[in-house]
């Protein structure tokens, strides 16, 4: 895999020592060739650099570069199928050393080049967590816009006979579900020389509550699964 560079932008820190930071991957699973993200929350980090004092200063919060905490990420692209690992990984900032972990991850291969299609996998994380990922792709058709006579606009829209395919999230007989992330994109093209689809991605965490009890995903606990798609019952443990 070719290697990836990761920018840091800080300001100072204070205290000297050696920090474990924990990496994390989204998707859980990526597909070759497909952008995935690496990163790390850096919240105690940021509790470190801002060691101000307590009698002039009262910190409310900390910055975030996403969601509800600071944190570091690398857009990367998988180039080979299979295990891979990343880490660990260590910088030293003003005489500190900090260090991540080492994370595991498996590449599935890509998806076909297919306008139509839906595809459910299962990771799994530990002994009580398992990620359920859904890929789908629904045709698109054209659509043609004369705005006056020299302006034309041309859009693709995904095909109204087929919807999103979702996990319904909740508490099932001895797991919970959640949903844990979406993306979506058209790739439309008006040549007609090759597949112009609609492409959905959904990612669900699956607790269970007690691991020595069977938990099983069945059909009944997902929604707008398409007509072709044969289904099968998901072990969850």
């Known amino acids: 895999m070719k290697a990836a560079f990761l920018f840091i932008?800080?300001?100072?820190?204070?205290?000297?020592?050696?920090?474990?930071l924990e990496l994390s991957i989204t998707p859980r699973q990526p597909r070759l060739g497909q952008n995935f993200y690496i990163s790390f929350s850096s919240?105690?980090?940021?509790?470190q650099i801002f060691i101000l004092p307590a009698?002039?200063?009262?910190?409310?919060?900390?910055?975030?570069?996403?969601?509800?905490?600071?944190?570091?990420?690398?857009?990367?692209?998988?180039?080979k199928i299979g295990q891979n690992e990343i880490g660990p990984l260590t910088f030293i900032l003003n005489?500190?050393?900090?260090?991540?972990?080492i994370i595991k991850f498996t590449v599935a291969d890509s998806l076909p080049n297919v306008d139509k299609?839906?595809?459910?996998r299962k990771v799994r994380i530990d002994d009580t967590t398992v990620y359920i990922l859904i890929d789908q792709r629904i045709p698109t058709h054209n659509h043609i816009t004369q705005k006056d006579s020299n302006t034309i606009s041309m859009s693709a829209e995904v095909n109204d006979d087929e919807k999103e395919?979702?996990?319904?999230?909740?508490?099932?007989?001895?797991?919970?579900?959640?949903?844990?992330g979406s993306s979506s994109e058209t790739r439309p093209n008006f040549t007609g020389d090759g597949p112009s689809y609609g492409s959905f991605?959904?990612?669900y965490k699956v607790t269970i509550l007690n691991k020595n009890k069977p938990l099983v995903l069945t059909k009944q606990e997902f929604t707008n699964l398409p007509?072709?798609?044969?289904?099968?019952?998901?072990?969850?443990?």
């Open 55 to 79: 009698d002039k200063f009262k910190i409310t919060s900390y910055g975030a570069f996403t969601s509800a905490e600071t944190s570091l990420s690398v857009t990367l692209k998988a180039l």
């Open 227 to 237: 007509g072709y798609y044969k289904f099968q019952n998901i072990p969850i443990n």
């Open 201 to 203: 991605y959904k990612c």
């Open 95 to 101: 005489g500190n050393t900090y260090k991540t972990n």
């Open 165 to 180: 395919a979702e996990l319904t999230s909740g508490d099932i007989e001895n797991g919970k579900i959640e949903s844990w």
């Open 9 to 20: 932008a800080l300001f100072s820190s204070i205290s000297c020592y050696s920090q474990t």
């Open 43 to 47: 919240d105690t980090l940021s509790k």
């Open 117 to 120: 299609g839906t595809w459910i």
